[in-house]
């Protein structure tokens, strides 16, 4: 229960934990924007870029090297993302369980600047601001995997199949949920974790291909 002699004691947090979230919805818009690339690549060059089929068709005619760059990227970021998650996971953690500025109960903040003002201790504010430190490195590497990505998919001409499209195009709706509605904290946080995963799905299914390939 929120009391106010030992909230005194407390330190306020600053900066605010919204920013966190936002880091993370920008990092995650990077690998959303595969999709845009995609997309507009095949509105410019029409229909060069057609999918064929990743095995007879795009990675038998590709050096080893490029294969190998393109399978070193996508465990990069698959790896990052796993890490992001893990620091998602324990934010979330250590903001359920501390109080509120006023008495406020999270699950009612919105996901607005301002809005979301935990009460903590020496320990937890330094718990808080690793987690922060560790989520803005993750989501630059994130971010410079995901251009990478582009890079090697503009220099090949490679298309993902369409099960991969649609993961892409669910995640770019996840994400423009997220900055639409006017929702709570903890469900954007939620959703946050959600789009973690889709990506990874994305990953996974990229990884297959070029698994298939090697078989």
């Known amino acids: 229960m929120y009391d106010p002699e030992i909230?005194?004691?407390?330190?306020?947090?600053?900066?605010?934990?919204?920013?966190?979230?936002?880091?993370?919805?920008?990092?995650?818009?990077?690998?959303?924007?595969?999709?845009?690339?995609?997309?507009?690549?095949?509105?410019?060059?029409?229909?060069?870029?057609?999918?064929?089929?990743?095995?007879?068709?795009?990675?038998?005619?590709?050096?080893?090297?490029?294969?190998?760059?393109?399978?070193?990227?996508?465990t990069?970021?698959?790896?990052?993302?796993?890490?992001?998650k893990g620091r998602l996971q324990t934010l979330e953690s250590l903001l359920s369980d501390v109080d509120y500025l006023n008495g406020e109960n999270l699950s009612r903040l919105r996901f607005e600047f301002g809005a979301v003002q935990p009460l903590l201790e020496k320990q937890d504010l330094l718990l808080f601001f690793r987690i922060q430190n560790e989520v803005n490195i993750l989501c630059t590497k994130i971010t410079k995997e995901c251009q990478a990505l582009i890079r090697l998919l503009d220099d090949t001409g490679y298309n993902p199949t369409p099960e991969i499209h649609a993961k892409l195009h669910q995640l770019r709706h996840m994400l423009n949920k997220a900055l639409r509605s006017e929702l709570r904290f903890t469900q954007v946080i939620d959703l946050n974790i959600k789009s973690i995963e889709t990506a990874?799905?994305?990953?996974?299914?990229?990884?297959?291909?070029?698994?298939?390939?090697?078989?």
């Not at 990069?76 to 992001?84: P, Q, W």
């Open 7 to 74: 909230a005194k004691n407390k330190i306020k947090v600053d900066p605010d934990p919204v920013s966190i979230g936002l880091a993370v919805l920008g990092a995650l818009g990077s690998v959303a924007s595969i999709v845009s690339y995609l997309e507009s690549r095949t509105q410019q060059r029409g229909e060069i870029y057609k999918f064929v089929d990743p095995i007879s068709g795009f990675w038998g005619n590709k050096s080893a090297s490029t294969k190998t760059k393109f399978k070193d990227r996508i």
């Open 76 to 84: 990069k970021l698959d790896a990052s993302l796993e890490d992001l």
């Open 200 to 215: 990874l799905i994305i990953c996974e299914h990229l990884n297959f291909e070029l698994e298939s390939f090697y078989e």
